[in-house]
């Protein structure tokens, strides 16, 4: 019953490494966001796709690489893993991609990543 | 420009006490500030948002108050509960052709008991 799925819930792994988070979403929505928050519990959006088409592409390295194989999936796959990757990575969905009255996101409980 | 400022990092506040968190912005393209409530090991949750031609919004013990042209905007909570301890972020959204929300730096509340 859970709107928003992440997996895994902790990665932990070395520099250099390629891993990649999936996201799911059972709400129907039309577009999904990752977000970074770092230790200080800053967020910051990375990406957002609306119906498996990128809308939003902050400035993030290309070793990360957002994937929409449909409107209810957003993964992100890291290559290269550095040590200041480490944070949580939250999914989110919306309804629409404007930001109309009422509209919000919905979080997932986020990846925690830990690069050694 | 695309900054939310927010203010206090931390904050305790005794039981059935008044928390206020605030926020500060220049973009006045934002359209929509909503804030949300986060617990240890959860992501955020939407907890009460608030439109600019709107000065005030209560939701049951939590009230924004919206000022347009000071561009700063204020959650309360009021009879703060052990349970509201939490970390809140204040937000700001406008359409760039998609949703984007810029969040503030987060507020950090503990309420004791």
């Known amino acids: 019953d859970t709107a928003v799925s992440q997996t895994p819930k902790y990665l932990v792994t070395q520099m250099g490494n390629d891993k990649s988070i999936k996201c799911e979403q059972n709400l129907g929505h039309d577009t999904m966001y990752w977000y970074k928050q770092d230790s200080k519990k800053f967020l910051k959006i990375m990406f957002s796709y609306n119906n498996k088409e990128l809308i939003i592409n902050e400035t993030v390295p290309n070793r990360f690489s957002p994937k929409s194989p449909d409107k209810a999936h957003l993964n992100l796959h890291i290559n290269s893993l550095e040590l200041g990757d480490s944070a949580v990575y939250f999914c989110?969905?919306?309804?629409?991609?404007?930001?109309?009255?009422?509209?919000?996101?919905?979080f997932g409980p986020g990846t925690r990543l830990l690069v050694l | 420009q695309q900054q939310v400022k927010q203010s206090p990092q931390s904050l305790i506040v005794q039981k059935g006490g008044i928390s206020i968190i605030n926020c500060a912005y220049e973009?006045?393209?934002?359209?929509?500030f909503p804030w949300y409530q986060q617990f240890p090991g959860k992501g955020p949750a939407l907890l009460i948002a608030?439109?600019?031609?709107?000065s005030e919004k209560k939701e049951g013990r939590f009230t924004i108050s919206f000022n347009k042209s000071a561009k700063q905007f204020s959650l309360h909570i009021m009879d703060s509960q052990p349970g509201d301890s939490a970390t809140y972020f204040c937000?700001?959204?406008?359409?760039?052709?998609?949703?984007?929300?810029?969040f503030g730096a987060g507020t950090r509340l503990f309420v004791k008991a």
């Open positions: 989110a969905s919306s309804q629409d991609r404007l930001a109309q009255w009422g509209e919000t996101q919905y």
């Open positions: 973009n006045t393209a934002f359209d929509y």
């Open positions: 937000a700001a959204t406008w359409d760039t052709g998609g949703f984007k929300t810029i």
């Open positions: 608030i439109r600019p031609d709107v």
